[in-house]
Protein backbone atom coordinates (compact mmCIF):
# COMPACT_ATOMS: atom_id res chain seq x y z
CA UNK A 1 0.00 0.00 0.00
CA UNK A 2 2.74 2.58 1.20
CA UNK A 3 4.65 1.59 -2.04
CA UNK A 4 1.44 2.25 -3.99
CA UNK A 5 1.22 5.56 -2.38
CA UNK A 6 5.07 6.32 -2.96
CA UNK A 7 4.46 5.82 -6.73
CA UNK A 8 1.22 7.55 -7.13
CA UNK A 9 3.42 10.37 -5.66
CA UNK A 10 6.17 10.00 -7.94
CA UNK A 11 4.19 10.46 -10.75
CA UNK A 12 2.02 13.20 -10.06
CA UNK A 13 5.35 14.85 -9.18
CA UNK A 14 6.37 13.96 -12.68
CA UNK A 15 3.17 15.27 -14.38
CA UNK A 16 3.36 18.77 -12.60
CA UNK A 17 7.19 18.94 -13.46
CA UNK A 18 6.99 18.04 -17.16
CA UNK A 19 3.92 19.74 -17.64
CA UNK A 20 5.38 23.41 -18.40
CA UNK A 21 8.38 21.85 -20.90
CA UNK A 22 6.45 22.00 -24.14
CA UNK A 23 4.18 25.32 -23.36
CA UNK A 24 6.99 27.01 -26.10
CA UNK A 25 6.95 24.84 -28.71
CA UNK A 26 8.75 26.97 -30.97
CA UNK A 27 11.54 27.82 -28.82
CA UNK A 28 12.06 23.82 -27.67
CA UNK A 29 12.63 22.84 -31.24
CA UNK A 30 14.86 25.45 -32.16
CA UNK A 31 16.73 24.24 -29.14
CA UNK A 32 16.46 20.60 -30.25
CA UNK A 33 17.72 21.96 -33.69
CA UNK A 34 20.59 23.81 -32.25
CA UNK A 35 21.52 20.37 -29.76
CA UNK A 36 21.57 18.12 -33.32
CA UNK A 37 23.70 20.31 -35.01
CA UNK A 38 26.17 20.58 -31.52
CA UNK A 39 26.39 16.83 -31.44
CA UNK A 40 26.93 16.57 -34.97
CA UNK A 41 29.88 18.91 -35.13
CA UNK A 42 30.80 17.32 -31.88
CA UNK A 43 30.83 13.80 -33.59
CA UNK A 44 32.42 14.57 -36.75
CA UNK A 45 36.14 15.75 -34.62
CA UNK A 46 37.17 11.99 -34.46
CA UNK A 47 35.69 10.93 -37.78
CA UNK A 48 38.35 13.37 -39.36
CA UNK A 49 41.20 12.27 -37.08
CA UNK A 50 40.55 9.02 -38.26
CA UNK A 51 40.98 10.17 -41.59
CA UNK A 52 44.03 12.02 -41.31
CA UNK A 53 45.57 8.87 -39.44
CA UNK A 54 44.72 6.32 -41.83
CA UNK A 55 44.43 8.43 -45.24
CA UNK A 56 47.58 10.63 -45.00
CA UNK A 57 49.48 9.68 -41.62
CA UNK A 58 50.26 5.94 -41.75
CA UNK A 59 50.28 6.24 -45.51
CA UNK A 60 52.80 8.62 -45.70
CA UNK A 61 50.59 11.53 -47.75
CA UNK A 62 51.72 14.80 -46.12
CA UNK A 63 49.76 16.98 -49.30
CA UNK A 64 49.27 20.56 -47.72
CA UNK A 65 45.99 21.33 -49.44
CA UNK A 66 43.69 18.06 -48.17
CA UNK A 67 45.70 17.97 -44.72
CA UNK A 68 44.83 22.04 -44.83
CA UNK A 69 41.28 20.94 -45.50
CA UNK A 70 40.79 18.66 -43.34
CA UNK A 71 42.65 21.26 -40.44
CA UNK A 72 40.10 23.80 -41.36
CA UNK A 73 37.24 21.15 -41.24
CA UNK A 74 38.24 19.92 -38.09
CA UNK A 75 38.76 23.71 -36.29
CA UNK A 76 35.40 24.82 -37.71
CA UNK A 77 33.41 21.49 -36.18
CA UNK A 78 34.99 22.52 -32.62
CA UNK A 79 34.13 26.36 -33.13
CA UNK A 80 30.61 25.08 -34.23
CA UNK A 81 30.14 22.68 -31.52
CA UNK A 82 31.11 24.92 -28.78
CA UNK A 83 29.22 27.83 -30.21
CA UNK A 84 25.91 25.32 -30.69
CA UNK A 85 26.10 24.25 -27.30
CA UNK A 86 26.04 27.75 -25.67
CA UNK A 87 22.96 28.60 -27.74
CA UNK A 88 21.91 25.53 -27.09
CA UNK A 89 22.41 25.77 -23.19
CA UNK A 90 20.86 29.12 -23.08
CA UNK A 91 17.38 28.55 -25.07
CA UNK A 92 17.05 25.38 -22.65
CA UNK A 93 18.10 27.35 -19.87
CA UNK A 94 15.30 29.72 -20.65
CA UNK A 95 12.46 27.13 -20.69
CA UNK A 96 13.73 25.47 -17.40
CA UNK A 97 13.54 29.06 -15.51
CA UNK A 98 10.16 29.96 -17.69
CA UNK A 99 8.41 26.91 -16.52
CA UNK A 100 9.33 27.05 -12.75
CA UNK A 101 8.62 30.58 -12.78
CA UNK A 102 5.41 29.18 -13.41
CA UNK A 103 5.21 26.81 -10.91
CA UNK A 104 6.28 29.38 -8.21
CA UNK A 105 3.60 31.95 -9.50
CA UNK A 106 0.59 29.04 -9.55
CA UNK A 107 1.40 27.83 -6.10
CA UNK A 108 1.81 31.45 -4.52
CA UNK A 109 -1.52 32.41 -6.60
CA UNK A 110 -2.68 28.62 -4.81
CA UNK A 111 -1.76 29.20 -1.21
CA UNK A 112 -3.37 32.92 -1.17
CA UNK A 113 -6.64 31.37 -2.20
CA UNK A 114 -6.62 28.29 0.24
CA UNK A 115 -9.33 28.92 2.94
CA UNK A 116 -8.00 30.15 5.97
CA UNK A 117 -8.81 26.85 8.18
CA UNK A 118 -6.23 25.64 6.50
CA UNK A 119 -3.76 28.35 7.88
CA UNK A 120 -4.77 27.34 11.52
CA UNK A 121 -2.94 23.49 10.89
CA UNK A 122 0.09 24.60 8.56
CA UNK A 123 3.10 25.93 9.78
CA UNK A 124 4.79 28.91 8.09
CA UNK A 125 8.40 27.55 7.85
CA UNK A 126 7.52 24.32 6.31
CA UNK A 127 4.75 26.53 3.60
CA UNK A 128 7.66 28.83 2.99
CA UNK A 129 10.12 26.17 2.37
CA UNK A 130 7.53 24.65 -0.16
CA UNK A 131 7.71 27.75 -2.09
CA UNK A 132 11.03 28.99 -2.15
CA UNK A 133 13.42 25.79 -1.58
CA UNK A 134 11.73 23.07 -3.07
CA UNK A 135 10.48 25.28 -6.47
CA UNK A 136 14.24 26.15 -6.63
CA UNK A 137 15.14 22.42 -6.63
CA UNK A 138 12.89 22.02 -9.45
CA UNK A 139 14.84 24.75 -11.03
CA UNK A 140 17.84 22.68 -10.45
CA UNK A 141 16.44 19.72 -12.36
CA UNK A 142 14.87 21.71 -14.65
CA UNK A 143 18.33 24.00 -15.89
CA UNK A 144 20.96 20.97 -14.60
CA UNK A 145 19.32 17.94 -14.82
CA UNK A 146 17.18 17.97 -17.73
CA UNK A 147 19.42 20.28 -20.11
CA UNK A 148 22.48 17.61 -19.26
CA UNK A 149 20.54 14.13 -19.51
CA UNK A 150 19.31 15.39 -23.01
CA UNK A 151 22.11 16.51 -24.19
CA UNK A 152 24.54 14.08 -23.56
CA UNK A 153 21.51 11.64 -24.34
CA UNK A 154 21.71 12.86 -28.14
CA UNK A 155 25.36 13.48 -27.66
CA UNK A 156 25.18 9.09 -26.75
CA UNK A 157 23.10 8.55 -29.84
CA UNK A 158 25.48 10.53 -32.29
CA UNK A 159 28.16 8.52 -30.40
CA UNK A 160 26.50 5.48 -31.33
CA UNK A 161 26.01 5.76 -34.91
CA UNK A 162 29.49 6.90 -35.57
CA UNK A 163 30.62 3.92 -33.81
CA UNK A 164 28.86 2.05 -35.80
CA UNK A 165 29.57 3.57 -38.94
CA UNK A 166 33.43 2.51 -37.83
CA UNK A 167 33.01 -0.88 -36.31
CA UNK A 168 29.74 -2.80 -35.55
CA UNK A 169 32.08 -5.42 -33.13
CA UNK A 170 33.48 -2.39 -31.25
CA UNK A 171 30.48 -0.71 -31.12
CA UNK A 172 28.60 -3.82 -29.65
CA UNK A 173 31.52 -4.14 -26.98
CA UNK A 174 30.65 -0.10 -26.31
CA UNK A 175 27.31 -0.50 -25.49
CA UNK A 176 27.57 -3.37 -22.67
CA UNK A 177 28.44 0.16 -20.03
CA UNK A 178 24.82 1.27 -21.09
CA UNK A 179 22.91 -1.86 -18.68
CA UNK A 180 25.58 -1.14 -15.89
CA UNK A 181 24.96 2.21 -15.63
CA UNK A 182 21.06 2.13 -16.39
CA UNK A 183 21.39 -1.07 -12.88
CA UNK A 184 23.28 1.79 -10.83
CA UNK A 185 21.19 4.54 -11.46
CA UNK A 186 18.13 2.04 -10.46
CA UNK A 187 20.33 1.11 -7.58
CA UNK A 188 20.83 4.76 -6.11
CA UNK A 189 17.04 5.30 -6.61
CA UNK A 190 16.07 2.61 -4.39
CA UNK A 191 18.71 3.31 -1.76
CA UNK A 192 18.54 7.36 -1.86
CA UNK A 193 14.84 8.13 -1.91
CA UNK A 194 14.26 7.76 1.40
CA UNK A 195 17.01 9.81 2.52
CA UNK A 196 16.40 12.74 0.02
CA UNK A 197 12.77 12.58 1.33
CA UNK A 198 13.39 12.96 5.22
CA UNK A 199 16.50 15.89 4.39
CA UNK A 200 13.46 17.90 2.41
CA UNK A 201 11.32 17.43 5.59
CA UNK A 202 14.15 17.96 7.99
CA UNK A 203 14.82 21.14 6.46
CA UNK A 204 11.46 22.86 5.75
CA UNK A 205 11.40 21.68 9.71
CA UNK A 206 14.75 23.88 10.40
CA UNK A 207 12.94 26.67 8.68
CA UNK A 208 9.59 26.31 10.15
CA UNK A 209 11.99 26.70 13.94
CA UNK A 210 13.54 29.53 12.93
CA UNK A 211 10.54 31.49 11.81
CA UNK A 212 8.58 30.39 14.62
CA UNK A 213 12.25 31.73 16.72
CA UNK A 214 12.79 34.92 15.04
CA UNK A 215 8.79 36.08 15.54
CA UNK A 216 9.02 35.04 19.27
CA UNK A 217 11.93 36.11 20.09
CA UNK A 218 11.08 38.25 23.07
CA UNK A 219 8.76 35.63 24.76
CA UNK A 220 11.63 33.27 24.19
CA UNK A 221 14.22 35.76 25.93
CA UNK A 222 11.83 36.82 28.58
CA UNK A 223 11.41 33.09 29.58
CA UNK A 224 15.00 31.78 29.48
CA UNK A 225 14.24 29.32 26.69
CA UNK A 226 16.88 29.98 24.85
CA UNK A 227 18.89 26.21 25.71
CA UNK A 228 15.84 25.00 24.96
CA UNK A 229 15.00 26.46 21.75
CA UNK A 230 18.65 25.86 20.80
CA UNK A 231 18.85 21.92 21.95
CA UNK A 232 15.41 21.21 19.74
CA UNK A 233 17.37 22.77 16.78
CA UNK A 234 20.28 21.08 17.25
CA UNK A 235 18.89 17.90 16.96
CA UNK A 236 16.92 19.21 14.01
CA UNK A 237 19.93 20.26 12.58
CA UNK A 238 21.77 16.39 13.30
CA UNK A 239 18.77 15.10 11.53
CA UNK A 240 19.28 16.77 8.45
CA UNK A 241 23.05 16.71 8.70
CA UNK A 242 22.74 12.36 9.02
CA UNK A 243 19.93 12.74 5.97
CA UNK A 244 22.00 14.66 4.02
CA UNK A 245 24.95 12.29 4.54
CA UNK A 246 23.69 9.16 3.92
CA UNK A 247 22.97 10.33 0.44
CA UNK A 248 26.20 11.56 -0.25
CA UNK A 249 27.51 8.06 0.86
CA UNK A 250 25.39 6.50 -1.37
CA UNK A 251 26.62 9.56 -4.13
CA UNK A 252 30.06 8.73 -3.69
CA UNK A 253 29.43 5.12 -3.90
CA UNK A 254 27.12 4.54 -7.20
CA UNK A 255 27.88 7.10 -9.06
CA UNK A 256 31.03 8.48 -9.99
CA UNK A 257 33.57 5.97 -8.45
CA UNK A 258 31.47 2.99 -10.43
CA UNK A 259 30.77 4.71 -13.78
CA UNK A 260 34.72 4.87 -14.13
CA UNK A 261 35.26 1.37 -12.55
CA UNK A 262 32.54 0.13 -15.91
CA UNK A 263 34.11 2.67 -18.21
CA UNK A 264 37.69 1.34 -17.08
CA UNK A 265 36.06 -2.54 -17.73
CA UNK A 266 34.38 -1.39 -21.14
CA UNK A 267 38.03 -0.07 -22.68
CA UNK A 268 39.43 -3.18 -21.70
CA UNK A 269 37.22 -4.65 -23.86
CA UNK A 270 37.31 -2.94 -26.31
CA UNK A 271 41.10 -2.93 -26.66
CA UNK A 272 40.86 -6.44 -26.68
CA UNK A 273 38.41 -6.64 -29.36
CA UNK A 274 40.55 -4.35 -31.31
CA UNK A 275 43.49 -6.79 -30.58
CA UNK A 276 41.49 -9.79 -32.03
CA UNK A 277 40.57 -8.22 -35.15
CA UNK A 278 43.70 -6.74 -35.95
CA UNK A 279 45.18 -9.98 -36.00
CA UNK A 280 42.61 -10.58 -38.47
CA UNK A 281 44.69 -7.76 -40.52
CA UNK A 282 40.82 -6.18 -40.81
CA UNK A 283 41.06 -2.90 -39.13
CA UNK A 284 43.03 0.15 -39.10
CA UNK A 285 44.83 2.15 -36.47
CA UNK A 286 42.75 5.36 -37.01
CA UNK A 287 39.53 3.43 -36.28
CA UNK A 288 41.03 2.19 -32.68
CA UNK A 289 41.78 5.92 -32.06
CA UNK A 290 38.72 7.53 -33.23
CA UNK A 291 37.19 4.57 -31.39
CA UNK A 292 39.27 5.81 -27.85
CA UNK A 293 38.11 9.55 -28.20
CA UNK A 294 34.68 8.44 -28.55
CA UNK A 295 34.33 5.54 -25.33
CA UNK A 296 35.80 8.31 -23.59
CA UNK A 297 33.31 10.43 -24.59
CA UNK A 298 30.65 8.00 -24.10
CA UNK A 299 31.48 7.32 -20.66
CA UNK A 300 31.65 11.04 -19.43
CA UNK A 301 28.14 11.68 -20.76
CA UNK A 302 27.23 8.61 -18.58
CA UNK A 303 28.92 9.72 -15.61
CA UNK A 304 27.17 13.18 -15.94
CA UNK A 305 23.82 12.07 -15.88
CA UNK A 306 24.05 9.47 -13.00
CA UNK A 307 25.81 12.32 -11.14
CA UNK A 308 22.73 14.51 -12.02
CA UNK A 309 20.14 12.03 -11.23
CA UNK A 310 20.67 12.89 -6.99
CA UNK A 311 19.36 16.26 -8.07
CA UNK A 312 16.44 14.42 -10.10
CA UNK A 313 15.61 12.73 -6.88
CA UNK A 314 15.17 15.77 -4.99
CA UNK A 315 13.69 17.73 -7.60
CA UNK A 316 10.68 14.46 -7.52
CA UNK A 317 10.68 14.99 -3.78
CA UNK A 318 10.19 18.82 -4.03
CA UNK A 319 7.61 18.16 -6.84
CA UNK A 320 5.75 15.76 -4.98
CA UNK A 321 5.48 18.35 -2.49
CA UNK A 322 4.74 20.92 -4.15
CA UNK A 323 2.07 18.61 -5.73
CA UNK A 324 0.43 17.99 -2.86
CA UNK A 325 0.16 21.90 -1.79
CA UNK A 326 -1.21 22.46 -5.03
CA UNK A 327 -4.21 19.40 -4.21
CA UNK A 328 -5.29 21.22 -1.45
CA UNK A 329 -9.04 21.94 -2.08
CA UNK A 330 -10.06 25.72 -2.78
CA UNK A 331 -13.27 27.15 -1.53
CA UNK A 332 -15.47 26.81 -4.31
CA UNK A 333 -16.91 31.00 -5.55
CA UNK A 334 -20.48 29.68 -6.64
CA UNK A 335 -22.26 32.33 -5.07
CA UNK A 336 -23.98 34.60 -7.29
CA UNK A 337 -24.73 37.31 -5.29
CA UNK A 338 -22.47 40.42 -6.42
CA UNK A 339 -22.61 42.70 -3.56
CA UNK A 340 -23.84 43.13 0.04
CA UNK A 341 -27.06 45.96 -0.76
CA UNK A 342 -27.79 46.84 2.90
CA UNK A 343 -26.01 44.79 5.83
CA UNK A 344 -28.93 42.90 7.70
CA UNK A 345 -27.53 39.91 9.40
CA UNK A 346 -29.24 37.07 11.31
CA UNK A 347 -28.20 33.54 12.39
CA UNK A 348 -30.95 31.09 13.12
CA UNK A 349 -29.78 28.65 15.32
CA UNK A 350 -26.23 28.50 14.53
CA UNK A 351 -23.86 25.93 15.38
CA UNK A 352 -20.45 25.53 14.93
CA UNK A 353 -17.05 23.54 16.08
CA UNK A 354 -13.61 23.63 14.69
CA UNK A 355 -13.39 19.65 15.94
CA UNK A 356 -16.40 17.48 15.87
CA UNK A 357 -17.79 17.22 19.38
CA UNK A 358 -16.38 19.93 20.70
CA UNK A 359 -18.49 23.08 20.05
CA UNK A 360 -17.82 26.34 19.55
CA UNK A 361 -21.13 27.96 18.91
CA UNK A 362 -24.42 26.49 20.04
CA UNK A 363 -27.85 27.56 18.93
CA UNK A 364 -27.32 31.30 18.09
CA UNK A 365 -30.26 33.04 17.59
CA UNK A 366 -29.43 36.60 16.42
CA UNK A 367 -30.77 39.29 14.37
CA UNK A 368 -29.00 42.40 13.55
CA UNK A 369 -30.72 44.97 11.32
CA UNK A 370 -28.48 46.79 8.72
CA UNK A 371 -26.51 50.27 10.34
CA UNK A 372 -26.82 49.84 13.92
CA UNK A 373 -24.17 48.89 15.92
CA UNK A 374 -24.04 45.85 18.20
CA UNK A 375 -20.98 44.93 20.80
CA UNK A 376 -20.06 41.66 22.36
CA UNK A 377 -18.04 40.86 25.10
CA UNK A 378 -17.22 37.47 26.39
CA UNK A 379 -14.59 35.45 28.79
CA UNK A 380 -11.80 33.98 26.47
CA UNK A 381 -13.13 30.83 24.31
CA UNK A 382 -16.57 32.52 24.86
CA UNK A 383 -16.90 32.09 20.73
CA UNK A 384 -16.63 36.27 20.02
CA UNK A 385 -13.70 35.67 17.19
CA UNK A 386 -15.81 32.74 15.51
CA UNK A 387 -19.13 34.63 15.34
CA UNK A 388 -16.74 37.51 13.03
CA UNK A 389 -15.01 34.40 11.25
CA UNK A 390 -18.16 32.72 10.67
CA UNK A 391 -19.11 36.24 8.90
CA UNK A 392 -16.50 36.62 6.86
CA UNK A 393 -17.14 33.32 5.33
CA UNK A 394 -13.75 31.93 6.58
CA UNK A 395 -15.58 28.66 8.13
CA UNK A 396 -18.94 27.16 6.63
CA UNK A 397 -21.55 26.83 9.84
CA UNK A 398 -21.91 23.78 10.94
CA UNK A 399 -25.34 23.96 11.38
CA UNK A 400 -28.36 25.97 11.24
CA UNK A 401 -28.45 29.24 8.49
CA UNK A 402 -26.04 32.70 8.67
CA UNK A 403 -27.90 35.45 6.30
CA UNK A 404 -27.06 38.67 5.00
CA UNK A 405 -29.67 40.29 3.91
CA UNK A 406 -32.07 37.47 3.87
CA UNK A 407 -29.98 35.76 1.64
CA UNK A 408 -27.60 32.74 3.21
CA UNK A 409 -24.21 33.43 2.63
CA UNK A 410 -22.89 30.76 0.65
CA UNK A 411 -25.41 32.94 -2.46
CA UNK A 412 -22.64 35.56 -1.85
CA UNK A 413 -19.51 35.53 -4.31
CA UNK A 414 -16.55 35.65 -2.41
CA UNK A 415 -15.69 38.94 -4.24
CA UNK A 416 -18.72 40.46 -2.81
CA UNK A 417 -18.05 39.73 0.83
CA UNK A 418 -14.83 40.88 0.44
CA UNK A 419 -16.14 44.21 -0.83
CA UNK A 420 -18.74 44.16 1.53
CA UNK A 421 -17.31 43.25 5.05
CA UNK A 422 -14.40 44.62 6.34
CA UNK A 423 -11.95 43.41 9.55
CA UNK A 424 -10.34 45.66 12.18
CA UNK A 425 -8.32 42.86 13.56
CA UNK A 426 -6.40 43.20 17.21
CA UNK A 427 -2.87 42.64 15.39
CA UNK A 428 -2.46 45.33 12.74
CA UNK A 429 -1.52 43.53 9.36
CA UNK A 430 1.06 46.11 7.66
CA UNK A 431 2.77 45.95 4.48
CA UNK A 432 6.33 46.88 4.15
CA UNK A 433 5.35 49.41 1.54
CA UNK A 434 4.02 53.37 1.44
CA UNK A 435 1.28 54.42 3.25
CA UNK A 436 -1.13 54.80 0.26
CA UNK A 437 -0.37 51.07 -0.61
CA UNK A 438 -1.10 49.60 2.70
CA UNK A 439 -4.17 51.62 2.81
CA UNK A 440 -5.20 51.19 -1.24
CA UNK A 441 -4.03 47.19 -1.06
CA UNK A 442 -4.34 47.47 -4.99
CA UNK A 443 -7.77 48.46 -5.12
CA UNK A 444 -6.80 51.63 -7.07
CA UNK A 445 -9.01 53.91 -4.75
CA UNK A 446 -9.11 58.15 -5.17
CA UNK A 447 -6.50 60.06 -3.18
CA UNK A 448 -10.05 61.92 -2.08
CA UNK A 449 -10.94 58.53 -1.06
CA UNK A 450 -7.95 57.74 0.95
CA UNK A 451 -7.73 60.95 2.70
CA UNK A 452 -11.61 60.54 3.65
CA UNK A 453 -11.01 57.32 5.27
CA UNK A 454 -7.46 58.91 6.91
CA UNK A 455 -9.78 62.07 8.13
CA UNK A 456 -12.40 59.21 10.01
CA UNK A 457 -9.55 57.23 11.19
CA UNK A 458 -8.05 60.47 12.79
CA UNK A 459 -4.69 59.90 10.63
CA UNK A 460 -4.96 62.83 8.44
CA UNK A 461 -3.07 65.28 9.91
CA UNK A 462 0.01 63.22 10.96
CA UNK A 463 0.34 61.96 7.69
CA UNK A 464 -0.12 65.92 6.16
CA UNK A 465 3.06 66.66 8.49
CA UNK A 466 5.05 63.96 6.30
CA UNK A 467 7.77 65.27 3.73
CA UNK A 468 6.23 62.37 1.18
CA UNK A 469 2.65 62.35 2.68
CA UNK A 470 0.66 59.15 1.30
CA UNK A 471 4.28 58.34 -0.19
CA UNK A 472 6.32 57.92 2.84
CA UNK A 473 7.44 54.38 3.31
CA UNK A 474 6.29 52.27 6.64
CA UNK A 475 9.55 50.00 6.64
CA UNK A 476 8.99 46.56 8.00
CA UNK A 477 5.55 45.84 10.04
CA UNK A 478 4.99 49.44 10.15
CA UNK A 479 7.98 50.55 12.30
CA UNK A 480 8.01 53.84 11.45
CA UNK A 481 4.09 54.36 13.08
CA UNK A 482 3.43 54.29 16.93
CA UNK A 483 1.25 51.16 18.00
CA UNK A 484 -1.47 53.30 17.92
CA UNK A 485 -1.11 54.84 14.59
CA UNK A 486 -0.69 51.56 13.23
CA UNK A 487 -4.68 50.73 14.26
CA UNK A 488 -5.11 54.09 13.18
CA UNK A 489 -4.18 53.03 9.22
CA UNK A 490 -6.12 49.84 9.70
CA UNK A 491 -8.90 51.41 10.63
CA UNK A 492 -8.77 54.24 7.61
CA UNK A 493 -7.89 51.10 5.35
CA UNK A 494 -10.94 49.06 5.92
CA UNK A 495 -13.01 52.57 5.75
CA UNK A 496 -11.54 53.58 2.81
CA UNK A 497 -13.65 50.71 0.48
CA UNK A 498 -16.94 52.12 2.61
CA UNK A 499 -18.18 48.50 3.60
CA UNK A 500 -21.91 47.71 4.57
CA UNK A 501 -20.42 45.57 7.39
CA UNK A 502 -17.69 46.60 9.89
CA UNK A 503 -15.86 43.70 12.57
CA UNK A 504 -13.99 44.73 14.90
CA UNK A 505 -11.90 42.05 16.69
CA UNK A 506 -10.47 43.81 19.95
CA UNK A 507 -8.96 46.43 18.31
CA UNK A 508 -8.87 48.99 20.88
CA UNK A 509 -7.30 46.30 23.41
CA UNK A 510 -3.64 47.23 22.65
CA UNK A 511 -3.81 51.15 22.36
CA UNK A 512 -3.84 54.22 24.37
CA UNK A 513 -6.94 56.17 25.40
CA UNK A 514 -6.69 58.71 23.02
CA UNK A 515 -6.61 56.19 20.14
CA UNK A 516 -9.50 54.57 21.50
CA UNK A 517 -11.39 57.83 21.60
CA UNK A 518 -10.52 58.02 17.63
CA UNK A 519 -11.85 54.82 17.52
CA UNK A 520 -15.27 55.64 18.90
CA UNK A 521 -15.47 59.10 16.98
CA UNK A 522 -15.20 57.04 13.89
CA UNK A 523 -17.45 54.42 15.10
CA UNK A 524 -20.22 57.26 16.00
CA UNK A 525 -19.75 59.01 12.37
CA UNK A 526 -20.94 55.05 10.64
CA UNK A 527 -23.27 54.57 13.24
CA UNK A 528 -26.69 54.37 11.03
CA UNK A 529 -24.59 53.70 7.88
CA UNK A 530 -22.72 50.76 8.04
CA UNK A 531 -23.19 47.85 10.29
CA UNK A 532 -21.44 47.58 13.27
CA UNK A 533 -20.21 44.68 15.31
CA UNK A 534 -17.57 45.21 17.73
CA UNK A 535 -15.81 42.72 20.00
CA UNK A 536 -14.21 44.70 22.52
CA UNK A 537 -12.61 43.99 25.90
CA UNK A 538 -12.80 47.47 26.84
CA UNK A 539 -15.99 48.37 27.56
CA UNK A 540 -15.86 51.56 26.96
CA UNK A 541 -15.46 51.67 23.06
CA UNK A 542 -19.12 49.61 22.87
CA UNK A 543 -20.84 51.75 25.75
CA UNK A 544 -23.00 53.64 23.03
CA UNK A 545 -24.08 50.59 21.24
CA UNK A 546 -27.70 49.84 20.18
CA UNK A 547 -27.05 46.11 21.85
CA UNK A 548 -24.71 44.64 23.35
CA UNK A 549 -24.33 40.74 23.59
CA UNK A 550 -22.46 39.07 26.32
CA UNK A 551 -21.03 35.41 25.79
CA UNK A 552 -20.33 32.80 27.98
CA UNK A 553 -18.98 28.91 26.12
CA UNK A 554 -20.99 29.20 22.55
CA UNK A 555 -23.89 31.03 23.86
CA UNK A 556 -25.57 34.82 23.95
CA UNK A 557 -26.37 34.71 28.30
CA UNK A 558 -27.10 39.03 28.30
CA UNK A 559 -28.65 41.14 25.93
CA UNK A 560 -29.27 45.10 25.99
CA UNK A 561 -27.62 48.23 25.76
CA UNK A 562 -25.29 49.62 28.07
CA UNK A 563 -28.12 50.69 31.14
CA UNK A 564 -29.77 47.78 30.60
CA UNK A 565 -27.65 45.29 31.25
CA UNK A 566 -26.38 48.20 34.11
CA UNK A 567 -29.63 47.34 35.68
CA UNK A 568 -29.02 43.64 37.08
CA UNK A 569 -26.43 44.07 39.65
CA UNK A 570 -25.62 39.96 39.56
CA UNK A 571 -25.42 40.12 35.34
CA UNK A 572 -21.86 39.53 33.99
CA UNK A 573 -21.49 42.74 32.50
CA UNK A 574 -22.42 44.67 35.11
CA UNK A 575 -19.60 42.95 36.86
CA UNK A 576 -16.83 43.27 34.40
CA UNK A 577 -17.66 46.97 34.15
CA UNK A 578 -17.37 47.48 37.81
CA UNK A 579 -13.88 45.53 37.49
CA UNK A 580 -13.11 48.08 34.57
CA UNK A 581 -14.07 51.26 36.41
CA UNK A 582 -12.06 50.25 39.50
CA UNK A 583 -9.07 49.23 37.59
CA UNK A 584 -9.12 52.66 35.66
CA UNK A 585 -9.83 54.71 38.63
CA UNK A 586 -6.34 52.84 40.65
CA UNK A 587 -4.64 53.55 37.39
CA UNK A 588 -5.55 57.47 37.08
CA UNK A 589 -4.71 57.42 40.79
CA UNK A 590 -1.51 56.20 40.36
CA UNK A 591 -0.73 58.59 37.56
CA UNK A 592 -1.50 61.70 39.32
Known sequence: MQHTKHSTNDSSAFALLFSYIGRDRALLIRASLLLILATGADVAGPLLAKLFIDDYLMQSRFAPMPLAMILAAYLLTQIGSAWLRYQQTLRFTDIALAAVKEIRQRVFSHVLKLPVAWFDRAATGQLVSRITNDTEAIKDLYVQFLSTVLTNAVLLLGIIIAMALLDLRLMAISLMLIPGVIGLIYLYQRLSGSAVAAARQDRSEINNLISESIAGMPVIQAGSQQ????????????????????????????????????????????????????????????????????????????????????????????????????????????????????????????????????????????????????????????????????????????????????????????????????????????????????????????????????????????????????????????????????????????????????????????????????????????????????????????????????????????????AELMQSEQGIYHGLYRLQYQAQQVELAEHQ
Not at 370 to 375: E, L, T
Not at 407 to 414: A, C, F, K, L, V
Open 227 to 562: GRFSEHFEQLNERYYASRMRTIRVSALLLRPAIDLLSISVLIAVIWGFGQVQVEGAIEIGVLYAYLNYLGRFTEPLAEITQRFNLYQQAMVAGARVQALLQQPVPSADGTEPCIPQGGIRFDDVGFSYREGKPVLRHLNLSIAAGSFIGIVGHTGSGKSTLLNLLLNFYPVSSGTLSIDDRPIEQYSQQALRDGIALIPQEPFIKSASLRENIDMGRSLPHAQLETALREAGLWEFVAQLPQGLETLLGERGTRLSTGQRQQLVIARALAATPRILLLDEATANVDSETEQIVQRALNRLHGHTTLIVVAHRLSTIRRADQILVMRQGEIVERGNH
